[in-house]
């Protein structure tokens, strides 16, 4: 495979494949849901706006009309959202090959889910933990199977506190409390394949990162908005490196994907390193302990 300019042509035919995409009526998860759909996967948009859905499946049909694509409703921003969707879809398929954790909120100001966890760790990290720790019965009936969780450059910057992961005795900081929910991502990853090591029939665990992608992420961020629109790479580009986690045959337990070029910002995906933050194994299983306590959900 060549590895400097791995691209959707580098896709294998995804023929019998169930692939679920958390987020996916804009920017990275509407793209992936277009390729692998493209490439006769049956996909289910895991979505909280079921119309705009709709909008996003016509447009697919037109360029594709053999295209595969369900609507299911999920809002990571509630655990009794997460456990409805699973019950439906549990119901209704007998495999899940791939699952991508996609579906993520960027600085926004200081909010709190209905179960009361700060907004973007809650989204970002402990919706799709529950999500994953739900779907794994399913995922661990499916030869094959594979887990992507989708981080950022941001988690770079993230020092996640566990006294206070809600933020409510500290000065709220949205810039870094996105950080923290990314680098989460990455310890819920680096421990999945932990505990998972040499059980058999166990998911493949993959991560990635888009590097700066013009999203609608940016929305709440004035000047990210403003240089994105100039800087960051086009969103058929950012989503690559979450394609690869999802289908190269020869990715790894625990392989971080990431754009090439320009301190991993934009390029096509390559094999990239988490900071040394990242790799502390005692965060990540405090993590996990504290997101098993805070979800209910136990793997």
């Not at 499916?142 to 770079?156: D, F, L, M, P, Y």
């Not at 680098?183 to 998911?203: I, S």
Request: net charge positive.
């Amino acid at each position: 495979m060549k590895n400097s300019k791995w691209t959707n042509e580098d896709i294998p035919n995804q023929s019998n494949k169930v692939i679920i995409i958390t987020g996916a009526t804009s920017g990275l998860g509407k793209q992936a849901t277009k390729v692998l759909a493209s490439r006769n996967a049956k996909v289910t948009m895991a979505v909280r706006n079921t119309q705009k859905a709709e909008v996003v499946v016509k447009e697919i049909l037109k360029d594709y009309p053999e295209a595969k694509i369900e609507i299911s409703q999920l809002d990571l921003n509630s655990l009794d959202s997460v456990k409805s969707f699973v019950e439906t879809f549990t119901k209704n398929n007998k495999q899940l090959d791939i699952l991508i954790n996609n579906a993520g909120v960027m600085m926004c100001p200081y909010s709190k889910t209905k179960d009361g966890f700060e907004i973007q760790m809650g989204v970002n990290h402990l919706g799709h933990f529950a999500l994953t720790g739900l779907l794994m019965p399913l995922l661990m009936n499916t030869q094959s199977s594979r887990v992507v969780v989708t981080s950022s450059i941001a988690h770079k910057t993230g020092n996640i506190n566990f006294d206070d992961i809600n933020w409510e005795s500290r000065q709220y900081n949205t810039n870094k409390a996105y950080s923290d929910s990314k680098l989460a991502n990455l310890y819920f990853t680096h421990e999945l394949v932990r505990k998972f090591k040499g059980v058999e029939n166990a998911p493949l665990f993959t991560t990635a990162h888009p590097g700066w992608t013009k999203t609608e992420l940016d929305r709440h961020s004035g000047t990210a908005e403003f240089l994105g629109n100039i800087l960051a790479q086009k969103v058929e580009m950012g989503t690559l490196p979450s394609l690869r986690a999802a289908t190269d045959i020869n990715a790894q337990p625990g392989d971080f994907f990431g754009p090439k070029n320009f301190f991993e910002a934009r390029g096509y995906p390559v094999k990239v390193k988490p900071n040394k933050m990242a790799k502390n194994e005692e965060n990540a299983k405090k993590l996990w302990n504290l997101s098993e306590q805070l979800t209910g959900v136990k793997f």
